[in-house]
């Protein structure tokens, strides 16, 4: 079946330093994909998404390539600021019959002054 | 603005009490859903409809109950049957069939 694998945190990081955080998916087709970011006591807001395979998503420093043959959509940052420290999730909706969007368990990142 | 509105925001409960949580939407969506979050935890979809007057339940069902009479408008009861309510509850909507998800800011439900 449909599946997610994010990569577990907490995730520790200076300020300025990389940041990848991977993400892999089993689907049936080519769907969407998508990161979602939850800062500390709100719901969750799109980061970014791609449509296709090869499509490149960004937003806010972050980016994530759709890369068909390796089914990953990992998460990049050149340089992290205090201010990314949250939760991010990979979220590929997965068509099944029910429509259910299944959500990976997120990765808390959190920056050092 | 379009957007979701979940509230209240922080409610308080005795044990035995039912509660119910409200959610609305303005975007003009068919897809609804509801999921709980544990504190360092992932979400867990509770509930989800896809269109007024149906409903499905997700992996977490028991103990919770929705409605969906209006589009606008899927409100998720906690009831006495689920044994540990403590949670952050958090709505969604999407078009259907489901691309990007718009969350609420949650309802923080506290079990006294």
């Known amino acids: 079946g449909d599946s997610v694998t994010q990569m577990e945190g907490p995730v520790t990081l200076s300020e300025e330093a990389f940041l990848t955080i991977n993400c892999t998916y089993t689907a049936t087709g080519y769907p969407s994909l998508f990161w979602y970011v939850q800062y500390p006591g709100e719901g969750l807001q799109l980061l970014l998404k791609a449509t296709k395979a090869d499509d490149k998503g960004s937003n806010k420093g972050f980016e994530a390539t759709y890369r068909k043959e390796t089914t990953s959509f990992h998460l990049e940052k050149g340089s992290v600021q205090v201010s990314d420290s949250a939760v991010y999730f990979c979220?590929?909706?997965?068509?099944?019959?029910?429509?259910?969007?299944?959500f990976g368990s997120g990765t808390r990142l959190s920056i050092r002054p | 603005d379009g957007g979701i509105t979940q509230s209240p925001k922080y409610l308080f409960r005795k044990e035995g009490q039912n509660v119910t949580l409200s959610c609305e939407q303005n975007l003009n969506h068919d897809a609804m859903y509801w999921y709980r979050q544990d504190p360092g935890q992932g979400l867990r979809l509770i509930y989800y409809s896809q269109i007024v007057n149906d409903f499905q339940k997700g992996d977490i069902a028991e103990g919770y109950s929705v409605s969906r009479e209006k589009k606008e408008s899927f409100p998720l009861t906690v009831t006495s049957a689920q044994k540990n309510p403590t949670a952050f509850y958090l709505c969604a909507s999407s078009i259907h069939p489901p691309g990007e998800l718009f969350f609420g800011e949650g309802s923080r439900l506290t079990v006294l």
């Open positions: 979220a590929p909706p997965l068509y099944s019959s029910a429509s259910k969007i299944i």
